[in-house]
């Protein structure tokens, strides 16, 4: 069972009525992510990680463990080994999604093959990622995924400080000005846009984008970004689409 | 022509051609010897006989001896022999010979007269006659002759069954011979139309080996033995490759992630950060080469067709220009495309488009600031082609094989930064596709086509 359910049940116990109260309004502070993994060196990478962020983690080494720990509703999203013992994670998704679990999944796999991972999201998985990875690449998807989670409802606006994002007008504007963007640059911004705060990759961003998954070469985002930050961040206007030195970018209203 | 002197050098043929040769040779002794043998008997005999008759008849009396002459004229049927009789000094008495040759030795003795005698119906021989003189009794002169040409004629007979023998003999022979080397010729067109792939690199052909276990199907059997073994050779190579870039991916990986954390406690303006970065440019790009190795790999094994559909390669390079027309706006570069009315191809979308936006990076990359890449499709009956040229330096016509070899970098190459994959990458998508990769010649700079062949080469 879930550690937060039960000591939030503790704590409803102890104090009474005023922190169920509180509980209410923000009732998931902290996201938990269910790691199914049978590589100890894997897992407590991405444990630590997440940890750096202060998302907990939980994890089971085995695939049928795995399956009944899902169904658990405390977790947020779920990073699966696809290669497990006991049962396949591709069998775990489809499990999952049979009994109408839609905690987003994050597949994490030794094959790098294309149709891998067509298999993957067609079994009802969210994302994928090829081992080796980069841990912030790892985190920032797992991060997107919760993002995902918990934008349900269909947003016709967007909004960062005085950047704003009309999706039904396919407009873009920055305070009073308005920007004239391209559909790739529309797209881009909206990405952007969508996971204020959080830092993209480029390998994300390129995904998402363009809907391709292969080497584009190191600064071809790079160029993409720069005739966008152009248009949006323009000169005495606050930054606001930021590079992260190693992993990516971010678009975010800095203080 | 070409195929008819293959033809004619192979082993049955000229086996055959020896054969002939020999058997003529040999036949032309044989009956020589026999030719000579048979006139040497002959012309023993008839000279025998002819000395033996010219005494005979010398020592008969007249009138016996006229009688004998004329018998013998008269009692053969072919006008071989033939007789005369002349006064001491030479002048015709009787007798068929007209006139006593001129310094014929009149002591019975057989002289051979090459150029025949003068008969008395006024005809002189066509052929050399033997011919015995002697001196009768009474002074005159007694000439007897006799044709000896028959053992010429005998010759000729043989001569001419020679020939006839030799032509029934080698004309058949050659003609099976020339039938015979059909079938061999036919297998070796066979085995240089199997060996095609193979010389392309497809190392999983074989050649053909039939059923009749002969000296081709054993030489076929060695090479395709050999070819098993360079298969397992080159698969252990390429196996221990990827092995490598697949192993060392994974500490490689922890190395950037520790860079990455280090970076991240010494903050970003700290003295720490510029070599750190620097540190993890060099480990990027070193992953960049392993993931490139491995995903060339991943293509070669990639026989499958599952993701194959029709698709609209226009839309496709209208995507690649617009991913990489601010990339070559930043260099002062003009990206041109030239798409004509394009029929949709059957091919792997996504494959494709990484193939493409390589060429089209590789250009750019190679391109000086402010020159040109440009991006042309044009239609063709067996499939259309995209060309894409740049204003580059272009690659040197001795090292266009190369390029699409791993890791290969043109010399002027090696001072941009690369892994030399690309170009690979490019090749092996081609290669799922079974379409074709051409480098050659703009007015200046590189031409890279790609033939999308809707007929399969194969």
């Known amino acids: ?255 | 022509m070409r195929r008819l002197t293959d033809r004619w050098r192979t082993t049955t043929a000229r086996l055959i051609l020896i054969y002939g040769a020999f058997f003529a040779l040999w036949g032309g002794i044989v009956i020589g010897l026999i030719y000579w043998q048979a006139a040497s008997y002959l012309t023993r005999v008839s000279t025998d006989l002819l000395g033996r008759q010219a005494s005979y008849f010398s020592m008969l009396d007249a009138p016996a001896r006229a009688h004998a002459l004329n018998d013998y004229v008269s009692l053969q049927t072919r006008r071989l022999n033939a007789w005369g009789m002349f006064d001491a000094d030479g002048h015709h008495l009787a007798g068929t010979i007209a006139v006593l040759p001129h310094g014929i030795t009149i002591d019975g003795s057989v002289a051979l007269l090459p150029r025949g005698l003068v008969r008395n119906d006024g005809r002189t021989d066509t052929t050399g006659v033997r011919a015995s003189a002697v001196r009768l009794g009474d002074g005159n002169i007694l000439l007897i002759s006799r044709d000896t040409s028959v053992a010429e004629r005998i010759g000729t007979i043989i001569l001419r069954a020679l020939l006839w023998g030799l032509s029934l003999t080698v004309v058949p022979g050659l003609l099976g011979g020339w039938l015979l080397t059909r079938g061999p010729m036919r297998r070796v067109q066979m085995i240089r139309e199997a060996t095609q792939p193979i010389m392309r690199g497809d190392l999983s052909r074989r050649l053909p080996v039939s059923r009749h276990g002969d000296e081709l199907d054993m030489l076929a059997g060695i090479v395709n033995t050999m070819l098993s073994e360079i298969e397992r050779l080159l698969g252990e190579v390429k196996g221990v490759c990827d092995n490598i870039a697949h192993d060392l991916r994974t500490p490689l990986t922890r190395l950037r992630t520790r860079l990455y954390r280090l970076q991240q406690t010494f903050g970003e303006h700290s003295d720490e950060s510029a070599t750190l970065e620097a540190c993890m440019v060099d480990t990027d790009a070193l992953l960049h080469r392993f993931r490139a190795l491995l995903r060339i790999s991943e293509l070669e094994n990639h026989q499958r067709r599952a993701g194959f559909e029709q698709v609209d390669l226009g839309e496709i390079l209208q995507e690649v220009h617009a991913l990489y027309l601010p990339l070559a706006e930043d260099r002062d570069q003009r990206l041109e495309l030239q798409l004509p009315i394009l029929p949709s191809i059957h091919a792997d979308r996504h494959l494709l488009l990484e193939a493409m936006s390589n060429l089209v990076a590789n250009a750019i990359k190679f391109t000086p600031p402010g020159g040109r890449v440009s991006i042309r499709a044009r239609a063709a009956e067996d499939g259309p082609w995209v060309d894409i040229s740049d204003s580059g330096p272009g690659i040197p016509a001795d090292q266009r094989d190369m390029v699409t070899r791993r890791f290969y970098r043109t010399e002027s190459s090696r001072s941009t930064p690369g892994s030399g994959l690309g170009l690979s990458i490019v090749s092996a998508i081609v290669a799922v596709h079974g379409y074709a990769l051409e480098i050659g010649d703009s007015d200046c700079g590189a031409l890279l086509s790609m033939h999308c062949c809707t007929v399969a080469s194969d």
């Open chain 1, 1 to 255: 069972m879930c550690i937060s359910l039960s000591l939030y049940v503790r704590l409803i116990e102890i104090s009474g009525t005023m922190l169920v109260n509180i509980s209410i309004t923000e009732p998931r502070q902290m996201p938990r992510i269910l790691i199914i993994e049978d590589d100890d060196v894997t897992a407590d990478e991405i444990a630590a990680e997440l940890a750096s962020q202060g998302i907990y983690a939980d994890r089971v080494v085995d695939g049928r463990e795995g399956l009944a720990r899902a169904a658990d509703p405390c977790y947020d999203a779920i990073t699966l080994d696809l290669m497990l013992p006991g049962m396949d994670g591709l069998s775990v998704i489809a499990g999952l999604r049979r009994q109408g679990i839609t905690t987003p999944v994050l597949m994490i796999s030794a094959l790098s093959d294309v149709d891998e991972r067509v298999r993957g999201l067609r079994a009802g998985g969210d994302d994928y990622l090829t081992k080796p990875f980069a841990p912030d690449e790892m985190l920032a998807r797992v991060e997107a995924l919760l993002r995902r989670q918990n934008q349900q409802v269909q947003q016709t606006q967007l909004r960062v400080a005085d950047l704003e994002l009309d999706l039904v007008r396919h407009s873009a504007r920055r305070g009073n000005q308005k920007l004239s963007l391209l559909p790739t640059e529309f797209k881009l911004l909206e990405l952007l846009m969508r996971h204020a705060g959080q830092v993209l990759t480029r390998a994300m961003i390129f995904e998402a984008v363009w809907g391709y998954r292969f080497d584009p070469g190191t600064n071809l985002i790079d160029v993409h970004i720069g005739r966008l930050r152009k248009k949006v961040d323009p000169a005495g206007h606050a930054m606001l689409i930021h590079t992260v030195k190693g992993s990516g970018y971010r678009l975010a209203q800095t203080d």
